[in-house]
């Protein structure tokens, strides 16, 4: 009986990744719609890569939801303001893959990746071993080494700023641990007050305003990702939408009336980040109901 031998496993067939990620940990701004109303929520980022990011959050995401985040690199001047999806989750860590990118916000990334982020992975390369000593070399051999090991034991000092610089990452987390309970805490509060003091509230229907009319109140607008399907395609063509739109100015409901099913799905996208100026009845903000055309066209 023939017996054979299990062959190695080359590096080459590992899987690898093919968009790397940097640790890093800076101040983070998430902004999630909730009920159609946008909601901001504090964090900050654990690593980052061109694909997406690592992040933690002091309030809890929903896989597949998207949100807006804003960010600051270091070295860089200007901020990234991106769209993504959460597609990992874990208590209050999160993963994000990002949806859209403009060429600019790429540049600012692909900057700090590839210029600052290559130091993060740098490694000292290791020393080769020495050559195996002569005879005449035998004899100071002992000598040589006992001066190196002497030189080679870490001076109280050194044991010091090694030790505080375990023990500054761990106050850290403890600290943001803490910071997270007491968020914890105050949110619960709340919603045992207002699940112990229920109100009953009749909903308005929201009053009819023109389209003209509500584009002069826009305060902040998202202009809709042209969908590369349908540019290449070459599909263009009006978006009629039927929004909804609460005291505050923010849209809650967005229905596509009219126009091509490849671009609503984007202009809904768009226009659900839109904010208005509250629309007065009788000197009090009410809730309206109003229409947006939006025109995709290929030449802009």
Not at 111 to 119: A, D, K, V
């Amino acid at each position: 009986m023939s017996t054979g031998t299990t062959p190695a496993i080359s590096l080459a067939t590992r899987p690898k990744r093919t968009v790397p990620r940097y640790k890093l940990t800076i101040p983070l701004a998430l902004t999630v719609l909730r009920s159609g109303v946008p909601d901001s929520v504090p964090g900050s980022t654990l690593e980052i890569g061109e694909g997406g990011m690592g992040v933690v959050a002091t309030s809890q995401l929903l896989l597949g939801e998207s949100v807006r985040v804003e960010f600051l690199l270091p070295h860089t001047n200007l901020p990234v303001r991106a769209t993504a999806v959460v597609r990992y989750q874990r208590e209050r860590c999160f993963g994000l893959q990002f949806l859209r990118l403009s060429a600019e916000q790429q540049s600012i990334i692909r900057y700090w990746t590839r210029c600052e982020g290559e130091l993060l992975l740098t490694a000292p390369e290791p020393a080769a071993a020495p050559a195996p000593a002569t005879s005449g070399e035998a004899a100071a051999e002992p000598a040589l080494l006992a001066g190196f090991e002497s030189s080679a034991v870490p001076s109280p000092r050194f044991r010091i700023r090694h030790v505080a610089a375990l023990a500054v990452p761990l106050i850290l987390a403890a600290a943001l641990l803490g910071w997270w309970r007491w968020r914890w805490q105050q949110e619960w509060t709340t919603l045992k007050a207002q699940a112990a003091t229920p109100h009953e509230t009749v909903a308005k229907p929201p009053v009819q305003v023109p389209a003209e009319a509500m584009q002069q109140r826009i305060r902040s607008q998202i202009t809709p990702e042209y969908p590369e399907q349908a540019r290449q395609a070459k599909l263009q063509g009006t978006v009629v939408l039927d929004v909804v739109i609460n005291e505050e100015g923010a849209v809650t409901q967005v229905n596509s009336i009219s126009g091509p099913a490849a671009l609503s799905l984007a202009a809904t996208d768009a226009v659900r980040w839109w904010r208005y100026e509250p629309y007065l009845v009788n000197g009090q903000p009410a809730t309206v109901e109003t229409t947006v055309a939006l025109d995709f066209r290929l030449s802009n």
